[in-house]
């Protein structure tokens, strides 16, 4: 396998026993959401929650990256980390695929996904993972705590941070 192969995430997983999906209307057009969301680099930069996202490895707009995030809980906030593979896929159909391969979450898939909606951009990200390889309870921590607690928790929030700053700071990229 080449390195082109290694980043050719393919499509998402057919069936898998967690998923989450965030989505959000963005009033900016696909262009300007997509660039923002594509540039994870510049993540911290604009969302609190967001520790650190650095690339041990560049191919194109994507390769490895690493990322750490804080979940809040009250007034604590837990830190998370994860290393992902990552693909940007441009064209009519953008997308943005991530395939963690290091951290608890390791072997999920994620897509972000941009459509032109009324006014705007639906923005959506899908995960989807079968759980951690625990004996017995790898699933049920996936659906019942991973999935909703950490991963919708640090999706939403940063997919509603990336809306609040490309509406408040791309005025040229308005839909």
Known sequence: ???????????????TRMRTLDQR?????VAAMFELAADVERWPTHLAHYRFVRFRERSGRGGIVEMSANRPFGP???PTWWVSLMQVIEGPAP?????HIEGI???????????VAAGGTLVEIEHLWNGPAWPLVGA?????????????GIASRTLAGLARVSEQSLPSGRA
């Open 1 to 15: 396998m080449d390195a082109g192969d290694r980043f050719d995430l393919g499509p998402m997983p057919a069936r």
């Open 25 to 29: 209307h963005v009033r900016v057009s």
């Open 76 to 78: 604590v906030q837990w």
């Open 95 to 99: 997308r943005i695929r991530f395939r």
């Open 105 to 115: 979450t390791a072997r999920m898939d994620v897509e972000w996904r941009f459509r």
């Open 140 to 152: 049920i921590a996936a659906v019942g705590v991973i999935g909703p607690l950490f991963v919708h």
